[in-house]
C-alpha cells in the first residue's frame, strides 16, 4: 500500500525518462498500481477472510450468536470492501495530487477521473468476492490460486473475446457466450484509458458498467453465503 | 411443551470425510431433555459426540437428521442463539484484539450496544479475573486466561442457557475451582448450563443430571443421585489392631482381613452384614474406626458403560 | 565451541564472497542486456497485448522508454542499426494505438535519423489508421516527404490533410508552397481550390489576406508554368525559342492568359523567361508562410 504510494510518486522521475508526454505515463503508473495492488490486497485479504477465521477457530464465537452464515460472510465482505475503497481513495489522492503538481492544474479531475478509480473499486469488489467464494470451501492457498487465475482469465477474455468472435469457426462463438456468462469480463470494468486521454465517460455508461460489476460481486457473494451457511464448522 | 432449555430428538450426524467422502457416524439419533434452571454435565469419551451435539446446538454444525431446539425454538432459526452462551473448546480470539475489544464485538453481535455493553464488558473482565490483563492483546494471553475471556464472551449478553464445552480443560487447579463456584452461581441466578467435560470429579461435585454418551448415542442419563444411589456396593468397616486370636475368632462374620497401619479394615457385601459384624467387633472389645458404605462412583459407571459399548475401539474423529 | 564459531564465520565470509564474485561477473552483462540488439526477439505487441492482464497502457509505456533508451543508445553509439525501431514502436502502438506522441517521435526519426523512409511511412500510415483526427501525423509525414524524399506532390497532399485536421490555416500557406514545388497543372488546381477553401473559413483579417495573395501568387505561378511548358514545347518544336509570346500561339496555345497577379507577362526572348511585372519569376518560395 505504502509501496504503491511511492511508486505512485516515484512516477515523476520515471516520467523524465521518456521524450514528452509525461502527463500519460504518471496517469497510467497510478491507475495500474492501483488495480495491481488493490487485486493483490483484495485477493490475499479475502481468501483468509472466511478460512482463517475457521483455520484458527476465531469463528466459534462469534457464529454461536443470533447472526445468520450469510451475515458473517457479507460483514466480512463489507469490511474488506472498506478496506479497498480506503486503498482507492488514497491511490486516487495520490495520483491526482501527483498529476497536478506535474501539470500546475486540476482540470484532469473530471468525472471521468472519478468513473476510473470507482470502477477500478468495483473490479476490486469482484475480485475480492472472488477471494471470499473460494475460502468458503477450500484452503487460502488454493482460493487464491482460484482466484487470481479467474481473474486473470477475466482480463484475457475481455481482450480475446473480439477475436473470437470475428474468428470462422462458430463453435468460437458459443465457447464466447458460455465465457461471458461465467468470467468477469475485467475490461468492461476498466475506464483507465479516459484519464490517460482524458477521454468522455458518460454517467450512463459508468453506471452501467458498475452495475455489471456490482451484479457479479454479488452473485459471487451469494454463492459463498450459500455454500458457507451449508459447511460444518468442525 | 413448556420450554425446556435444550431438547433433541433423534439427533444425527454423519460426516464425510476425505475426497472418497468416508462417512463416519458422529451422532445417532440423540435425544436430549435438559430443563432449565439445572447443571447438566454431559460426558462420554473423546470422539463420543459431545461436541458433536454442542455444535450442532450453537449452530456451528448442521444435523443430518432428527431436530432440537433452545428453549423451544427450532435451532435452524439463527434466533435460538439468543439465549445462549457458548463456550468453544480451547476458545480463540483474533490475537490482536484487547479483552475488551472482543467482548464488545461479540456482544455486538448478540444484539448489544452503547453504554450497556460497555458496562457488561467492563464487569465481566473483572468477573473472571482478567482485570489485570486488559491493555494486553489476547495474542499475550495464556492459555488460563484465553479460557476465562471465553467465559466472559459467553455470558456478554446475560443469557439463560450457558453451553460449555471442556469449560475446565486448561486451568489450573484454582482456575477450575473458579469455573466451578461460577458454574454454582449461575444456577443460582436461575440459569441452565450445560457442559461437557471427561474430568468426572468435576460432574459429581457440581451436576443436577447428567449424561452419558458414547458411540454417538446417550446411554444413560438421569439425576446424578439417581445415576448414583442405586445400590450399595459395598461396605467398608475400618477398627483399631486386632489380636491375631480375635482375627480368626472373628473371621466368620467378618471374612479375611486387610491390614492397615492403624490396624484393619473389612469389607461387607450388604450394610446389614457389616452392622452384625461390626456388633461382634465391638462386643469382643474391638475398637470401630469407622464404617463406610461404599456406591458404585460415576467413574465405575462410565468405566463399566463403556465396556459394555466397546468404547475402548474411540473412532478418531475430527 | 570455539571451532563451532570459527566454522560459521568461514560459511558466512564464504557465501558473502560467492555472491560478490557473482554479482560482478553477472552485472555487466545484465545491464548490457537492456540494450536491444536483434528484433527477432522482440515479443508480438498482439500477444503483449493478451497477455498484459489489462495493464497495457503500462506494459505500452514499458516499451516505449525502451524504444526511447533505444533511440539514445544508437546515437550515442553513432551506428546505423536502426531495425529495432520500427518493431520496438510497432510493440508499443499495438499495446496502446491511441499512443500517438510514439508514431510522431518514430514517424520522423525513423525518416530523419535512419533513412528508412518505408518504415517511416509504414508508422505513420498505421497512426494516421489509429488516430484519424491527429493532425501532426500527415504533417510529419509531409515534412518527410518534402525534406528527405523531395516527393513534393505527395508532401503537398498530407500538409493540406494537416491543415484541415488541425484548422491551422497556416498549414494551407505551407501545403500552397509545396504544391509549388511540385509545379504540376493539378497540384496548382487542388492549392488553389485548398486556399479558397480555407479562404471561406478564416475570419483574421492578417490571415485573409496572407491567403488571398498566397492563392493569387498561386495561380499567377500555374499560368507561368503553363508558359514555360508552352515556351519549352515551342523550341522542342521548332528548335529555336519563340521571339515573343504571340509565337506560342495556336500550336502550343490556343489563347495567351492573363496574369492572374494584375500585371503582364514579360518574356525575355534571349533567355525564354517568363516572368510576371508584378510577382516577377517563378520562383522556389520560402516553404514556411
Redesign the interface.
Same mark, same amino acid.
Not at chain 3, 49 to 58: K, P, T
Given at each position: 500500500m505504502v509501496f504503491a504510494v511511492l511508486l505512485v510518486i516515484g512516477s515523476i522521475t520515471i516520467s523524465q525518462l521518456t521524450l514528452g508526454e509525461q502527463f500519460r505515463i504518471i496517469a497510467n503508473i497510478g491507475t495500474s498500481a492501483t488495480q495491481v495492488f488493490g487485486t493483490l490486497i483484495a485477493v490475499f485479504l479475502g481468501v483468509g477472510l472466511v478460512s482463517k477465521e475457521i483455520d484458527r477457530r476465531t469463528c466459534y464465537p462469534a457464529l454461536a450468536r443470533p447472526i445468520s452464515r450469510a451475515g458473517f460472510v457479507t460483514g466480512k465482505y463489507l469490511g474488506l470492501l472498506a478496506t479497498l475503497l480506503l486503498n482507492v481513495v488514497l491511490m486516487a489522492a495520490a495520483t491526482a495530487a501527483v498529476l497536478a503538481f506535474y501539470r500546475g492544474s486540476a482540470v484532469f479531475l473530471d468525472f471521468a477521473f472519478a468513473a476510473t478509480f470507482a470502477l477500478t473499486l468495483v473490479q476490486l469488489a469482484v475480485c475480492a468476492a472472488l477471494a471470499v467464494l473460494f475460502s468458503t470451501f477450500t484452503t487460502a492457498t488454493l482460493a487464491a490460486i482460484c482466484s487470481l487465475s479467474i481473474v486473470g482469465a477475466g482480463w484475457l477474455f475481455g481482450e480475446v473475446r473480439f477475436f473470437w468472435l470475428n474468428a470462422r469457426q462458430a463453435d468460437m462463438k458459443q465457447l464466447v457466450r458460455v465465457l461471458d456468462v461465467l468470467l468477469p469480463n475485467m475490461s468492461l470494468l476498466d475506464v483507465k484509458e479516459a484519464v490517460t486521454y482524458g477521454d468522455v465517460v458518460t454517467v450512463g455508461s459508468a453506471l452501467a458498467r458498475g452495475a455489471y460489476g456490482a451484479g457479479y460481486a454479488a452473485v459471487l457473494l451469494l454463492l459463498a453465503s450459500v455454500i458457507f451457511s451449508r459447511r460444518d464448522i468442525r | 411443551m413448556a420450554d425446556l432449555a435444550i431438547t433433541c430428538s433423534s439427533l444425527s450426524k454423519t460426516y464425510r470425510l476425505g475426497f472418497r467422502a468416508r462417512k463416519v457416524e458422529a451422532l445417532a439419533a440423540l435425544d436430549l431433555a435438559v430443563a432449565p434452571g439445572s447443571i447438566y454435565g454431559f460426558i462420554g469419551p473423546n470422539g463420543a459426540g459431545k461436541s458433536t451435539t454442542i455444535k450442532i446446538l450453537v449452530g456451528l454444525v448442521r444435523p443430518s437428521a432428527g431436530r432440537a431446539a433452545l428453549f423451544g425454538r427450532d435451532i435452524s432459526d439463527p434466533r435460538a442463539r439468543l439465549s445462549v452462551g457458548y463456550l468453544p473448546e480451547n476458545p480463540s480470539f483474533h490475537d490482536f484484539m484487547r479483552p475488551l475489544e472482543v467482548l464488545r464485538y461479540l456482544g455486538r453481535l448478540s444484539g448489544l450496544s452503547g453504554a450497556d455493553l460497555d458496562r457488561r464488558a467492563e464487569a465481566l473482565i473483572d468477573r473472571v479475573g482478567l482485570g489485570h490483563a486488559r491493555d494486553l492483546t489476547v495474542r499475550k494471553f495464556s492459555k488460563g486466561m484465553v479460557q476465562r475471556l471465553g467465559l466472559a464472551q459467553a455470558l456478554i449478553h446475560d443469557p439463560p442457557l450457558l453451553i460449555l464445552d471442556e469449560p475446565m480443560s486448561g486451568l489450573d487447579p484454582i482456575g477450575r475451582k473458579e469455573v466451578r463456584d461460577l458454574i454454582l452461581e449461575l444456577r443460582q441466578q436461575g440459569k441452565t448450563v450445560f457442559f461437557s467435560t471427561h474430568i468426572l470429579p468435576d460432574v459429581e461435585s457440581i451436576c443436577d443430571r447428567v449424561g452419558m454418551v458414547f458411540k454417538g448415542r446417550l446411554m444413560k442419563e438421569g439425576a446424578l443421585q439417581g445415576l448414583l444411589d442405586g445400590t450399595v456396593r459395598a461396605v467398608e468397616l475400618r477398627c483399631g489392631p486386632l489380636t491375631p486370636t480375635l482375627l480368626e475368632a472373628l473371621a466368620p462374620v467378618t471374612g479375611p482381613a486387610t491390614a492397615l497401619p492403624e490396624g484393619h479394615a473389612f469389607s461387607f457385601a450388604s450394610v446389614e452384614a457389616a452392622n452384625l459384624a461390626a456388633a461382634r467387633l465391638l462386643a469382643s472389645g474391638g475398637q470401630l474406626l469407622s464404617l463406610l458404605p461404599h456406591r458404585e462412583s460415576l467413574e465405575e459407571t462410565f468405566v463399566r458403560l463403556a465396556g459394555a459399548v466397546g468404547a475402548a475401539d474411540e473412532r478418531p474423529l475430527p | 565451541m570455539r571451532s563451532h564459531s570459527v566454522t560459521l564465520a568461514a560459511l558466512l565470509a564464504a557465501a558473502v564472497g560467492v555472491t560478490a564474485l557473482t554479482r560482478g561477473v553477472l552485472e555487466p552483462e545484465a545491464s548490457a542486456r537492456g540494450a536491444v540488439r536483434d528484433p527477432a526477439w522482440l515479443p508480438s505487441g498482439q500477444v503483449l @497485448?493478451?497477455?498484459?492482464?489489462?495493464?497495457? +497502457? +503500462?506494459l !505500452?509505456?514499458f516499451y516505449? +522508454?525502451r524504444t #526511447? !533508451?533505444y533511440m539514445g543508445e544508437t546515437l550515442l553509439a553513432r551506428s546505423d542499426r536502426w531495425e529495432a525501431l520500427l518493431p520496438l514502436t510497432e510493440i508499443v502502438t499495438d499495446l496502446d494505438p @491511441?499512443?500517438g506522441?510514439a508514431y510522431q #517521435?518514430t514517424g520522423s526519426n525513423l525518416a530523419g535519423l535512419a533513412g528508412r523512409h518505408a518504415e517511416a511511412d509504414r508508422i505513420l500510415e498505421k497512426g494516421m489508421r489509429a488516430l484519424p483526427e491527429r493532425w501532426n501525423l500527415p504533417f510529419i509525414q509531409a515534412t518527410n516527404k518534402f525534406i528527405f524524399e523531395q516527393d513534393y506532390p505527395a508532401a503537398a497532399r498530407l500538409a493540406r490533410r494537416a491543415a484541415e485536421l488541425s484548422k491551422k490555416p497556416h498549414l494551407a500557406l505551407l501545403a500552397a508552397n509545396l504544391s509549388a514545388l511540385a509545379n504540376t497543372d493539378d497540384e496548382y488546381d487542388a492549392a488553389a481550390a485548398f486556399l479558397t477553401q480555407m479562404l471561406g473559413q478564416a475570419d483574421l483579417p492578417e490571415l485573409r489576406d496572407d491567403l488571398a495573395t498566397r492563392l493569387t501568387r498561386i495561380r499567377t505561378f500555374q499560368v507561368l508554368a503553363r508558359l514555360e511548358r508552352a515556351v519549352t514545347a515551342h523550341r522542342t518544336r521548332t528548335g529555336r525559342l519563340p521571339v515573343r509570346l504571340g509565337d506560342l500561339l495556336p500550336a502550343e496555345l490556343t489563347t495567351l492568359p492573363a496574369d492572374p497577379s494584375g500585371g503582364r507577362f514579360e518574356y525575355d526572348p534571349a533567355t525564354g523567361a517568363v516572368r510576371s511585372s508584378v510577382l516577377g519569376p517563378r520562383a522556389p518560395l520560402r516553404v514556411t508562410r
Open positions: - | - | @497485448r493478451i497477455a498484459s492482464f489489462g495493464q497495457r +497502457l +503500462l !505500452s509505456d516505449w +522508454l #526511447v !533508451s @491511441r499512443h506522441y #517521435v
